[in-house]
């Protein structure tokens, strides 16, 4: 199948062809016929598979039939600023040909251009739930005209106790509208969610909820944490990784990994809520134009960072809650080329490593006889077995890692 088979307008075929799109992927080519006729959709699927293609499409393709700009036609709530920023620049690359206007609206930076930008009128608004209600409230922004509403990493915005600002939201919305939901895990929350807001919509899967790409090879180290710092030196000693992601659980493990590589002249930039939003996007955008060798970021940039040909993500600490580790990785190995996900592992993490290991299309190799390898290499089997859930069960994550999410949140409204 071509996006030509799917009966798009000239405009979006002719900004396809310039981004080098010919072949929809699976979700896309679903998803997409779909939307045109005004479906309710339940899309689950794992990262880097296509998904704001799959909405932002049809969005537009419904819009360029429409007269001007009369109000906010269709609102899309990511997650993070990162994110928010990368499915404007998706909106903005597909919709080029067209007469639509878009803008996009977080918070950390001053609301002045975003209230502007509404005042003059937009089609489309892309935000982070905290900033848009925000605005909401100070009264610059009207919701009686949005026809379609798109909730982008919707399991991530839970994750991240936006929950009640999405609720607020929605109950200021025409009852009379589409909604399009995409998740790449589907708890119990997200499914309270998904019945009280869509309208018998169709559900589209085009992989194991929580699965990993099997386009990355994924490998871990058994490595004291003591030994961390150097062992990454020494991976990084490989010349034929260009450019590499970090996964760090705290800001300030972060911050000291990047100092750690800077001295041994190893050129690397953090990513995390503590940056100011034009320190996070300058970094980024360095990262993406391989300035920076390193980017080292916390979870809150592991579903909003899209780089082309990243061929390889660390995990430098593993993340607490089992089905981050799948968006970490999620970061390389996307739209169909090949990625490698390396983690570090010290004695304090092997129950994490055990958790992890029950998600589908998780197949971790064990790397042996590496220079700063631990005695827990010699137990593999035992370290790598799946363990029970602790009696909190599966929905509850500890209570440091809910402090943190939320201290995260804050940064990211």
Not at 118 to 144: C, E, H, M, Y
Not at 166 to 175: C, F, Q, S, T
Not at 309 to 318: A, D, G, P, R
Not at 328 to 351: P, Q, V
């Amino acid at each position: 199948m071509i996006f030509k088979d799917l009966n798009l307008v000239e405009p979006i075929l002719k900004a396809l062809n310039e981004q080098g799109y010919n072949n929809p992927t699976p979700i896309q080519a679903q998803a997409i016929p779909l939307l045109l006729t005004g479906r309710d959709l339940l899309g689950c699927a794992q990262t880097g598979t296509g998904k704001t293609a799959a909405f932002a499409i049809p969005i537009l393709q419904m819009l360029s039939k429409k007269p001007g700009t009369n109000g906010i036609k269709a609102l899309i709530l990511t997650p993070t600023r990162e994110l928010a920023i990368q499915v404007g620049e998706s909106f903005q690359a597909y919709g080029k040909f067209l007469q639509l206007r878009h803008t996009v609206i977080f918070g950390g930076v001053s609301q002045v251009n975003q209230t502007k930008a509404l005042k003059r009128g937009v089609d489309i608004v892309v935000a982070t739930p905290g900033r848009f209600l925000d605005l909401i409230n100070q009264g610059f922004i009207n919701l009686s005209k949005i026809e379609t509403l798109v909730l982008d990493e919707a399991d991530r915005m839970l994750d991240m106790g936006f929950i009640t600002d999405i609720r607020k939201i929605i109950a200021g919305l025409p009852v009379k509208r589409q909604t399009i939901f995409f998740s790449a895990t589907m708890p119990t929350e997200i499914k309270k969610l998904v019945s009280s807001i869509l309208n018998e919509p169709v559900k589209i899967e085009v992989a194991p909820v929580s699965s990993a790409s099997e386009n990355v090879s994924q490998k871990v180290y058994f490595v004291e944490k003591t030994n961390k710092r150097a062992l990454l030196q020494h991976i990084m000693k490989d010349d034929k990784i260009e450019n590499v992601l970090v996964f760090t659980r705290t800001k300030h493990g972060a911050d000291k990994v990047v100092i750690d590589l800077n001295r041994s002249g190893i050129f690397a930039e953090a990513i995390h809520g503590n940056k100011s939003q034009a320190a996070r996007q300058k970094a980024l955008n360095n990262f993406k134009k391989k300035t920076t060798r390193v980017l080292v970021a916390t979870d809150i940039a592991s579903r909003g960072i899209d780089v082309n040909e990243l061929s390889f993500v660390i995990n430098y600490e593993l993340p607490e809650v089992p089905e981050t580790y799948v968006h970490r990785i999620g970061r390389t190995g996307r739209a169909g080329t090949k990625g490698t996900a390396l983690s570090f592992c010290d004695s304090d993490e092997r129950g994490l490593l055990r958790d992890i290991n029950k998600l589908p299309n998780i197949n971790i190799e064990v790397v042996k006889e590496h220079p700063y390898e631990t005695k827990a290499g010699a137990s593999v089997s035992n370290t790598m077995a799946p363990r029970p859930r602790t009696s909190g069960g599966s929905g509850f994550k500890s209570a440091r890692t809910e402090v943190r999410t939320r201290m995260d949140n804050a940064f990211s409204r």
